[in-house]
């Protein structure tokens, strides 16, 4: 099974709206959220209809919007969405209104774009696409459920071009309702130092990365998804090792062949020393990256680490501010393997190969 | 080519709290849509809904959960309904289990019962926090699979009223390829003061008990339950001497692409899935026995999927019912829901009536099945439609 990224479009709190690879000017945030930056929606959204949209479908339409036009597809054979939480924002509102008012005087619009696949249902409506419209709802394994669904019809039909995604918003209410749950890190005073912040909790964040995924070579391929499997509350150590070296394995792959890891250690010291652990022994000499400090952690960060990736396959160069240790990124990168767990409960794993 | 057929089934509706039960009233006419008793809303003397009558601590006794108030409600559904599809297609649940069993599950509010409960809370301490993390719609996946004892891949969609059908035609995929040996797929919802006014507020709700297909409808009965089928290859499940319940022949998902809510005035979106799900089966329309329709009792919903079936079928239209009066529309849940019944109905040979129909649509030619019929019933088609033009129907088949 391969999916080869044909088309990129991402929003993310960096200047990753356009561009390939992490821009040289890495953005820093003050505190423990990091906001997406918005593009200009107008070449994307008319304003009346803009007026109407929560922000999260704003994104995702724009992005999708860009992300079709990168490869030049007018019309996917289907939209595939990845989202942890959904439409927070629109959600909210409604509750709120409900809790408000004592379930009087209420108006549908929030509720209608309550519902989870709004974004892939609102993309479908714009484009007229007809296709196959799914949306994986699946803690931190959203956007993986949404890449195997992609990587299961392109093993069926390679001549597809799927329009892939993982997308999440915070608002100002559930960055507040997770941070009375301690999520996040109190007294952090910058991302790009998330490390140096030991303690409990990360930092928030949110995104939306879309790619359109096709079973076709093409020179103006940036990179596929080799993989991808996920594991559930593993039970020790070994267990752990175990399944990254036959998930390698069923690809005739070994550790010899990574050349760089990018895991999601989040700076939360009740959950990175499982990180930390594979550094010094089964990822023992390898280019370790993490990525959190850039988008900070949502459900669908994921999604964001194989843009990154990509973008590294591609232009061959790896961003300094993502790498752990000193251990040298051999040339050339073929492969990139992503670890990212949340809570030692769901587990995932996502190779990117070169062309 | 792998073929893919069911081994198990489990679900708790407004009709009954196992399958047999479900079975006993869809013969019997006995439906579960009245007022509203547990659910706290203002709306409690003027909606209708298909509540299930146990509370959450009586719903935690039946499926032997001790601390049943830590579990939303959403949650406790799926329990009950998984571990019945995983005691009759898999076997005594609890010891860890190892083998590829994958748990494929659908819902659309989640545990939004304790959010609404809790918001207030959540905003001011951490005295609820446990919650924040049961909100989203993968906490009841995630507690199916530790009940049971599941280790391996566990996945969670939702694409609002079809979510359950879904599931199944992932779930079907995954086996076909080799990605697991069996998979629990099929949804769960509890009624909510979120859905509830939610509904009320698109005014598609029947203030009376809803009339799928009759020219008078005005709405639908919300309804909670849930619902799993254990799906295998036949070969594995020939291989341990399963009883087969039925095969899952066809199956597809399209979009209207016309908006969020209403469908399109020809049912374009509908008709896509009937007709793809039947390609893939490989059947002609005429071999259709049977159609479980999505039947809400929407305005919108009937015309357009009856426009839709006439497309396909006409002038032969086969019996057609919506067993949305029994259960309400359950949401995630009511796809697989549908599928059991349409299961019931290959096993037992009957079709199930359609409640509270007086006068035919103008617009169609056929009315449905209205008393409940003994049949010749190899295939049936069932349908389920959502939100954001979400289409599904399947194709199940006699073994």
Request: aromatic letters at 8%; charged letters at 20%; a negative charge.
């Amino acid at each position: 099974m391969e999916a080869y990224i044909r088309g990129i479009g991402n929003i993310s709190p960096q200047h990753s709206w356009g561009n390939v690879i992490l821009a040289e000017d890495i953005v820093s945030y003050e505190g423990n959220r990091l906001n997406c930056i918005e593009p200009d929606y107008k070449e994307y959204i008319k304003p009346i209809q803009r007026r109407r949209m929560g922000r999260i479908l704003k994104m995702g339409v724009s992005a999708a919007g860009k992300c079709l036009r990168d490869a030049g597809v007018d019309m996917p054979d289907a939209i595939i969405m990845g989202t942890g939480l959904g439409m927070q924002g629109d959600t909210e509102k409604f509750l709120k209104a409900i809790l408000d008012n004592d379930e009087k005087f209420l108006t549908p619009t929030s509720f209608i774009q309550s519902t989870h696949n709004t974004v892939g249902a609102h993309i479908a409506v714009m484009l007229k696409c007809n296709k196959y419209n799914f949306t994986y709802v699946n803690d931190n394994l959203s956007f993986e459920g949404a890449l195997l669904d992609s990587m299961i019809r392109l093993s069926d039909d390679p001549s597809e071009k799927i329009l892939l995604a993982g997308i999440d918003e915070m608002t100002d209410s559930y960055f507040c309702i997770t941070k009375n749950a301690g999520f996040w890190k109190e007294d952090i005073s910058d991302n790009l130092g998330l490390l140096k912040h030991a303690g409990p909790g990360s930092i928030a964040g949110e995104g939306a990365s879309f790619f359109i995924v096709t079973g076709e070579t093409h020179p103006d391929n940036y990179a596929r998804f080799a993989g991808i499997d996920t594991f559930y509350k593993p039970e020790s150590d070994k267990e752990i090792d175990d399944f990254i070296i036959a998930f390698l394995a069923k690809r005739s792959l070994s550790l010899d062949d990574i050349d760089l890891i990018i895991t999601g250690i989040n700076g939360d010291s009740r959950w990175d020393s499982g990180y930390f652990r594979l550094q010094d022994t089964l990822f023992n000499g390898k280019p370790l990256a993490y990525y959190k400090h850039l988008c900070g952690e949502y459900y669908t960060s994921s999604s964001f680490a194989s843009w990154l990736a990509a973008g590294i396959l591609k232009t061959q160069s790896c961003p300094e501010t993502i790498l752990l240790n000193n251990n040298e990124v051999n040339k050339p990168i073929r492969n990139i393997l992503i670890y990212n767990y949340l809570r030692n409960t769901n587990h995932a794993l996502i190779l990117l190969s070169v062309c | 080519m792998t073929r893919i057929v069911v081994t198990g089934m489990g679900m708790i509706t407004a009709i009954g709290k196992d399958t047999g039960e479900n079975l006993e009233s869809l013969k019997t006419r006995r439906h579960g849509v009245g007022s509203i008793k547990l659910l706290d809303t203002i709306h409690k003397d003027e909606l209708l809904a298909a509540e299930i009558r146990f509370t959450n601590d009586e719903l935690a006794a039946i499926s032997g959960i001790t601390d049943g108030e830590r579990y939303t409600r959403t949650s406790l559904l799926g329990l009950i309904a998984a571990s019945q599809a995983y005691e009759s297609g898999i076997g005594k649940y609890g010891d860890t289990d190892n083998t590829r069993t994958t748990v494929v599950s659908t819902t659309t509010v989640g545990g939004m019962d304790k959010t609404e409960q809790y918001y207030r809370d959540f905003l001011e301490s951490s005295k609820y926090s446990h919650f924040v993390y049961t909100h989203d719609c993968s906490d009841s996946t995630r507690q199916i699979s530790d009940h049971l004892g599941i280790r391996h891949l566990n996945s969670t969609l939702s694409t609002a009223c079809s979510s359950s059908i879904n599931a199944i035609l992932i779930g079907a995929k995954m086996i076909k390829h080799g990605l697991a040996d069996r998979v629990i797929a099929g949804g769960t919802d509890a009624l909510s003061k979120f859905t509830l006014n939610g509904f009320n507020t698109l005014m598609i709700l029947d203030k009376g008990h809803c009339r799928p297909f009759d020219a008078s409808r005005t709405g639908l009965n919300l309804g909670e339950g849930a619902a799993y089928i254990v799906l295998e290859s036949e070969a594995a499940a020939k291989k341990d001497n399963k009883k087969i319940y039925c095969e899952i022949n066809g199956y597809a998902n399209a979009n209207d692409a016309y908006h969020q809510t209403a469908s399109s005035p020809d049912g374009y979106g509908p008709y896509l899935a009937m007709k793809e799900a039947l390609d893939i089966s490989g059947l002609k329309p005429s071999q259709i026995d049977y159609i479980n329709a999505h039947g809400t009792g929407t305005d919108n919903n009937d015309l357009t999927e009856g426009l839709a079936i006439e497309k396909i079928f006409a002038p032969d239209i086969p019996p057609v019912s919506s067993t949305k009066p029994y259960t309400g529309h359950t949401l995630a849940a009511a796809g697989v829901i549908d599928v059991i019944f349409s299961i019931l109905s290959i096993q037992q040979q009957l079709i199930f009536p359609n409640l509270n129909f007086s006068r035919k649509i103008e617009e169609l030619s056929f009315e449905p099945v209205r008393e409940l019929q003994q049949a010749e019933i190899d295939h049936v088609l069932t349908n389920s439609f959502g939100f954001g033009g979400n289409d599904s129907s399947l194709v199940l088949s006699k073994y």
